[in-house]
C-alpha cells in the first residue's frame, strides 16, 4: 500500500477506486480455515480499518467484526493495523478493553500535529482532535501499546510547526513511531498546489531530531517491559 509512506499525507491515494469492505460471513469463513490450519493471530489490514461496513452496511462494522472473528475457536489474537484518526469509532476501543483476544495496540498514521500543516495535507483533523483522541484512546484501553508515523519537510512545516511536532510527541509518548522526509509525488494533492520548500539538509536535520527524541521513549518503554 504505502500508506504510511506516501498515501497518507496526500489526498489522493495510490490506490485506485473506492473502498471495498469484504462481507463480514466471508471473513468468517477465511478466518474458520486459518484457524484449522493452526493460525492463532489475525491481523486485520486496509487502507483504513475505521471505514470498514460503511459501503456494504451503511455503518462501521469493525467492533462487530472484532467480536464475531474472537468467537472463532482457536484464534488466540486479532490485531488492527492502519486505522485513521478521522472518526475513529469508540466501540473498537471497548472491544479492545474488554475482549482479552483483541490485541491493546493501535497502528495509527497521524503525521503531524499542527493545524497549518494538516490542514494543507487535508487530513480532516486538527491538532485538538487528535490530542483527544490519543488521551480517549489511554483512558478507555489502559495498557494500549499506540505506533504512529509522521511527516517532517511538509511545505507548511516550519520552525514553529516543527517545534510543535517535538513537543506533542514529546507528551505523547509512543510506543512505537517512525518518520519519514517529505517528497514530491507526481499527480498527488501536495505536489500539485506546494512548492516543495523545505531544504533536504533541513528535512534530515529534522528527522535525525524527531528520531532521536523518539528512541529514547521508545527505550524507555522496552525497558519498562523487562521481565
Known sequence: EGCDRRCSYCAIPFIR???????IEDLIEEAKALS??????????AQDTTYYGLDIYHRRALAELLQKLSEIEGIEWIRIHYSYPADFPDDV????????????????????????????????????????????????????????TMI??????GPKEFNELMTFVRESKFERLGAFKYSEEDGTFDAVNFKDSVSGRTKQNRLNRL?????????????SRVG
Not at 484449522?36 to 486485520?44: A, D, F, M
Not at 472491544?95 to 480532516?124: A, E, F, G, T, W
Not at 517532517?152 to 512545516?157: F, I, L
Not at 523518539?214 to 527505550?219: D, R, V
Request: some cysteine; charged content about 25%; proline content about 5%.
Open 17 to 23: 477506486g473506492a473502498h471495498k469492505s469484504v462481507p
Open 36 to 45: 484449522s490450519k493452526g493460525v492463532r493471530e489475525l491481523v486485520l489490514i
Open 93 to 148: 476501543l471497548d472491544q479492545m478493553n474488554v475482549n482479552p483476544k483483541v490485541c491493546r495496540y493501535v497502528d495509527i498514521p497521524l503525521q503531524h500535529i499542527s493545524d497549518k500543516v494538516l490542514d494543507m495535507m487535508h487530513r480532516n483533523v486538527d491538532g485538538a482532535w487528535t490530542r483527544a483522541l490519543i488521551g480517549k484512546m489511554r483512558e478507555r484501553v489502559p495498557g494500549v501499546v499506540i505506533r504512529t
Open 152 to 157: 517532517v519537510g511538509h511545505p507548511g512545516e
Open 211 to 223: 528520531m532521536a527524541l523518539q528512541n529514547g521513549i521508545s527505550f524507555a518503554f522496552n525497558k
